[in-house]
């Protein structure tokens, strides 16, 4: 039985027995019955208020599960798309503070990084790279050897 429904049933008991409101306990316990009923109003009415939010909270939290979900499969889909992790990651120690700096090949295109610790500049001097005779290919020249060899097959 709900509290409101015990207020109800001691009202009617009260009646039952004919309680004489006009004594002094009378119309204490009248008074009493009412703050009861009262008291089990405001109970009623904040089960209920709690009942919403709990229900307002539960659509909350199912739709940051539906939001989690479409972050997380979208990073997931990034990393086997490749998208982030595209060219090469390089790495250098800062002389002045000694922090290792990571870095992609736009920041090496630059030429220089600055470093996240310090804020000390990082040149790259990439001039050694280019023009090295492309004996590995890496810098997509020909080997200089193989073009004069090439030339006095010719002949």
Excluded: H, W
């Excluded at 009262?38 to 229900?55: F, K, P, T, Y």
């Excluded at 736009?106 to 040149?123: Q, R, T």
């Amino acid at each position: 039985m709900e509290i409101l429904e015990k207020v109800a049933y001691m009202k009617g008991l009260a009646e039952g027995i004919g309680l004489d409101v006009k004594s002094k306990e009378g119309k204490l316990l009248k008074v009493m019955m009412d703050i009861l009923d009262d008291v089990a109003l405001e109970l009623q009415d904040i089960r209920d208020e709690q009942g919403d939010l709990e229900e307002g909270l539960d659509a909350v939290s199912e739709d940051l599960a539906d939001v989690e979900t479409y972050l997380f499969d979208l990073d997931e889909d990034e990393d086997e798309d490749g998208d982030e992790e595209d060219g090469e990651v390089y790495q250098t120690t800062c002389p002045n503070c000694d922090e290792e700096i990571f870095f992609d090949e736009d920041i090496l295109a630059d030429g220089s990084v600055l470093c996240p610790n310090c804020g000390e500049e990082l040149e790259f001097d990439l001039s050694d790279l280019s023009g090295c005779g492309g004996c590995c290919g890496a810098c997509g020249e020909d080997d200089e050897d193989e073009d004069e060899d090439d030339e006095d097959d010719e002949e």
